[in-house]
């Protein structure tokens, strides 16, 4: 599985737009992208997931650029309740299995 | 809700004991993976079932086995508990490879004492 690195923590402030930013350099041709989001004591939730370009849903957009060595989930105009640490996940094989794999991921902080 | 149901929510134990966490997985996903998220180890995966079969272990001690039974269910049965088993226990479910997104219950908060 392609390891993944992004930053520990972030802070940011009601209103302004996020970018979190995930490192895989070792990203194979089949691997697949995904964002997830956990708050304390829940389960981690899927956000938004992308092979190349850009993906955009309902709450954030996923950039990836065209070597997919890196990818950045845009969170716009967080709120409090944006407040939890985002995983970025890679090695999804189309018609193989998977194991979502989990690092320490990021946690985002927003002030008011 | 993601559709994944988890019991107990909390348990709590004596060391040397044994206990069954149980997962109800979203309705007609075959693939059940098991976590363990402590705060100095994060989010391990430790075992897959799929369709009633073992297909992926993780970082799953010898003292923790599961099982996923005929009507999907899965269960994480952990033993001889010690100290450092204390941690949130998630179940998710899916299937492969329609949909590689993982739909995770709420946990099982396990504390040994």
């Known amino acids: 599985l392609a390891k993944t690195t992004q930053p520990i923590s972030m802070d940011s402030y009601e209103g302004q737009e996020v970018n979190i930013t995930c490192s895989h350099n070792n990203i194979a041709t089949n691997d697949y992208i995904t964002w997830y989001q956990q708050f304390p004591s829940q389960g981690p939730r899927f956000i938004i997931q992308?092979?190349?370009t850009k993906v955009t849903n309902e709450v954030a957009s996923l950039f990836i650029p065209a070597d997919r060595k890196s990818s950045t989930l845009s969170l716009p105009r967080v709120s409090l309740s944006d407040t939890a640490v985002y995983y970025c996940?890679?090695?999804?094989?189309?018609?193989?299995?998977?194991?979502?794999?989990f690092g320490r991921g990021t946690s985002l902080i927003v002030h008011p | 809700d993601s559709g994944v149901t988890q019991t107990p929510k909390h348990l709590i134990t004596a060391t040397g004991q044994r206990v069954t966490l149980r997962c109800s997985p979203r309705?007609?996903?075959?693939?059940v993976y098991w976590y363990q998220q402590s705060l100095d180890q994060g989010l391990q995966f430790l075992i897959q079932y799929y369709n009633g079969e073992e297909r992926a272990k993780g970082n799953i001690l010898e003292r923790f086995s599961a099982q996923q039974f005929p009507d999907l269910h899965s269960e994480l049965n952990l033993s001889s508990l010690e100290l450092g088993d204390s941690a949130l226990y998630f179940c998710?479910?899916?299937?492969?490879?329609?949909?590689?997104?993982?739909?995770f219950g709420q946990g099982t908060r396990l504390t040994v004492v």
């Open positions: 992308g092979y190349k």
């Open positions: 998710a479910s899916n299937t492969p490879p329609e949909n590689t997104e993982a739909f």
């Open positions: 309705s007609g996903d075959l693939s």
């Open positions: 996940l890679v090695g999804a094989e189309p018609g193989g299995s998977y194991i979502p794999t």
